[in-house]
């Protein structure tokens, strides 16, 4: 069986641990959707567009990876694209417990969708795009955590905040 998985989030930026999971996924799972929500509810730092380039830029080369955006419910893009598993890390504790009621009530509106859970690598731990975005536009230098492309966008937004 040719197993597909979708990989979605806001990647708000795309960061070096997003990166990660990404690889630990695609040795598990031959094809690998890396899915951008739209979602304007959590009102992004970035346009859907920046986004998706951020992670075309990041990962694009790497084969067996589509790249795509989406604004319905998840399970419900994940059939849309003929995928049977959700991929979500999960850095901690308390990633789990959100993470796991998540996936609980997508079994429930879809059971024939499984949610698999990766660890990053633990240099990735302690790493979110929320945490990229406040040291970013404090000032604080985030190169070595996020792709150039999201570290040069961070950087002219905080230009454009202080000025």
């Given at each position: 069986?040719?197993?597909t998985?979708?990989?979605p989030?806001?990647?708000?930026?795309?960061?070096?641990?997003?990166?990660?999971?990404?690889?630990?996924?695609?040795?598990?799972?031959?094809?690998?959707?890396?899915?951008?929500a739209?979602?304007?509810?959590?009102?992004p730092?970035f346009?859907?567009?920046e986004?998706?380039?951020?992670?075309q830029?990041?990962?694009?080369?790497?084969?067996?990876?589509?790249?795509?955006?989406?604004?319905d419910?998840?399970?419900?893009?994940?059939?849309?694209?003929?995928?049977?598993?959700?991929?979500?890390?999960v850095?901690?504790?308390?990633?789990?417990?959100a993470?796991?009621?998540m996936a609980?009530?997508n079994?429930?509106?879809?059971?024939?969708?499984?949610?698999?859970?990766?660890?990053?690598?633990?240099?990735?731990?302690?790493l979110?795009?929320?945490?990229?975005?406040?040291?970013a536009l404090?000032?604080?230098?985030?190169?070595?955590?996020?792709?150039p492309?999201?570290?040069?966008?961070?950087?002219?937004?905080a230009?454009?905040?202080h000025s």
């Open positions: 069986m040719h197993v998985a979708v990989y989030g806001t990647f708000d930026p795309f960061t070096n641990g997003h990166i990660d999971l990404v690889q630990r996924a695609l040795r598990i799972f031959p094809r690998l959707v890396v899915a951008v739209r979602n304007p509810h959590k009102s730092l346009a859907v567009e986004r998706l380039a951020i992670v830029e990041a990962i694009g080369r790497l084969g067996g990876v589509e790249i795509d955006t989406f604004d419910l998840t399970v419900d893009y994940v059939r849309k694209k003929g995928a049977q598993v959700i991929l979500r890390g850095r901690a504790v308390s990633d789990f417990e993470e796991f009621a609980l009530m079994r429930k509106i879809s059971g024939d969708v499984e949610t698999v859970f990766l660890m990053p690598n633990q240099a990735y731990t302690y979110s795009s929320r945490l990229v975005k406040e040291v404090l000032g604080g230098n985030v190169d070595d955590l996020v792709p492309l999201a570290s040069k966008l961070l950087k002219e937004h230009r454009r905040a």
